[in-house]
């Protein structure tokens, strides 16, 4: 059974920073691609960056990109998003995909239950 588990999710002032962990369990992470996307109540979910398994092609969001890095460590099964410069519309659920490739969640496989972030003074 595969399962994806985020953590590091939390309060933090704007302009500070943030790193979430996406750990996966159940399928070789090495033959996975994996995504963040981030989730504000009320609207759609949409996409922030992706990685794939071999981390050759890296794919950012516009209102990420400087900001945010996506990384991996095969090895541990576990990827992550390191947040700076975090601004108080990056308040959000960000969840982690794994096993699919897009900026849409229909092209994902796999989803954790989502860490919540808050950015606020």
């Known amino acids: 059974q595969v399962q994806v588990v985020e953590s590091g999710g939390g309060l933090v002032q704007p302009g500070g920073s943030l790193r979430l962990s996406c750990e996966v369990s159940?399928?070789?992470?090495?033959?996975?691609?994996m995504a963040w996307f981030r989730q504000v109540l009320g609207k759609e979910r949409e996409f922030v960056a992706a990685?794939?398994?071999?981390?050759?092609?890296?794919d950012y969001a516009d209102f990420v990109k400087g900001r945010f890095t996506i990384s991996r460590d095969n090895a541990k099964n576990t990827g992550y998003l390191q947040m700076n410069s975090l601004k108080p519309e990056d308040t959000a659920v960000y969840y982690c995909?794994?096993?699919?490739?897009?900026?849409?969640?229909?092209?994902?496989?796999?989803w954790g239950q989502g860490t919540q972030v808050t950015v606020s003074s």
């Open positions: 995909a794994a096993g699919g490739w897009g900026t849409t969640i229909d092209k994902w496989n796999y």
């Open positions: 159940g399928i070789t992470l090495s033959a996975r691609n």
């Open positions: 990685i794939t398994w071999t981390t050759t092609m890296i």
